[in-house]
């Protein structure tokens, strides 16, 4: 498809505000930076040398399989032991995020998996809060919007600590966690194993998240809402096995996706990752255009940067590519996010108000 005339350029892209809401820190480290700690610790690479190091992540998580996706980050967690590596990769991550023009970013990642070395809980998550206070900190120092950064909380889903780390979600969200989150394998883990923790987070009036409706169907976004409270849904991509379309090609909404839509349950996309675990053939044929089309509360974000060689301004020019998008969807995709982020509503504004929307009619021009 031939983008037309008011097709953004790849430097307007750069330069427009971008928010994510699903970027896992553990799938966002610089190839470099996974060659040092490793040094240091003594973990065994695939690949030593840096460059070759990014190509083989791309192409061992390029694998059809999220199962097989996941097995990569054994050698990004693997180097995230410590307190000086989970505080420089944090750091890394918010300086890299900003370079792209990210003003606003929820990253994730998973505590339990940072134990191996004897680092307690707190340990992990105070070492990743102070990286990320220190990136944003050395950003603010260069002028421009500078970047906010929350931090969700991850529990694993085949594992069973998921209370415990709610509950450590919750003692630091006056310190920069906003949200509580599952991922790992989807089928065979259903979100309901994990009820309790979930049935905690409501009553402490707390944010989360579930990764749902990615390598497994509608019954898993169906729980993820409906027996857990998720706010939003991580992926939530195969929402779209429950439109279907009337002799007249009108699009069709079953009871589900007409409940996410009128809800505006915001959809955390993710399209080269999803192309990558084979959840969607193309980003072409990414359901992401019917669901913009839709007017669903569609958000696009990277997943794992390092995996999918991705970025957010990347991200969004596949999209533009694809489906012809403008500045005007971009801003509508960021605006969605924003409202969707897990911060207090007057910072979501301000940020809205006085950074995004400026930056997208500075744009414009
Ligand atoms: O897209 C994903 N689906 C399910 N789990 C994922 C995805 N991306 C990363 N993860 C897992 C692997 C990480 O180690 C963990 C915490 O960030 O979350
Ligand atoms: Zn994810």
Wanted: charged share 20%; with cysteine.
């Amino acid at each position: 498809m031939v983008a037309p005339a008011t097709s953004p350029s790849y430097e307007q892209i750069r330069a427009a505000p971008k928010a994510v809401l699903h970027d896992h820190l553990d799938g966002g480290l610089r190839p470099e930076t996974i060659v040092e700690l490793a040094e240091e610790i003594g973990h065994e690479l695939p690949v030593g040398d840096p460059a070759a190091l990014g190509i083989w992540f791309a192409e061992a998580s390029y694998s059809g399989s999220l199962e097989r996706y996941l097995e990569t980050f054994v050698h990004t967690v693997g180097v995230m032991q410590t307190e000086s590596a989970l505080r420089r990769v944090a750091a890394e991550c918010a300086v890299d995020l900003a370079a792209d023009g990210v003003v606003y970013a929820e990253v994730r990642f998973a505590p339990e998996q940072h134990l191996a070395l004897g680092l307690t809980l707190e340990q992990v998550v105070e070492a990743v809060l102070a990286g990320f206070a220190e990136g944003a900190a050395q950003v603010a120092g260069r002028g421009g919007p500078g970047i906010t950064i929350g931090t969700l909380l991850t529990a694993m889903r085949h594992a069973a600590r998921s209370m415990e780390i709610a509950e450590l979600a919750v003692r630091y969200r006056d310190h920069g966690v906003v949200g509580f989150d599952i991922a790992g394998r989807e089928a065979g883990f259903p979100p309901t194993r994990h009820l309790d923790a979930f049935e905690y987070l409501q009553r402490e009036n707390f944010h989360f998240t579930i990764h749902a409706g990615e390598a497994f169907g509608l019954p898993s976004i169906w729980q993820a809402i409906q027996w857990c409270g998720a706010d939003r849904l991580g992926h939530g991509v195969r929402i779209v096995d429950d439109i279907t379309w009337d002799a007249d090609g009108r699009a069709q909404l079953g009871r589900l996706a007409a409940y996410v839509r009128d809800k505006r349950i915001p959809l955390e996309l993710c399209p080269s990752s999803n192309v990558q675990t084979g959840a969607v053939a193309s980003i072409a044929e990414h359901p992401i255009g019917l669901l913009h089309d839709l007017r669903f509360r569609v958000t696009v974000n990277t997943d794992n940067r390092l995996m999918s060689r991705t970025t957010m301004s990347q991200e969004m020019a596949l999209l533009v590519e694809a489906f012809s998008y403008e500045l005007a969807d971009l801003q509508w995709f960021t605006v969605n996010a924003m409202k969707s982020s897990f911060i207090p509503f007057d910072q979501r504004l301000a940020l809205i108000n006085d950074v995004i929307k400026p930056g997208y009619a500075k744009l414009a021009g």
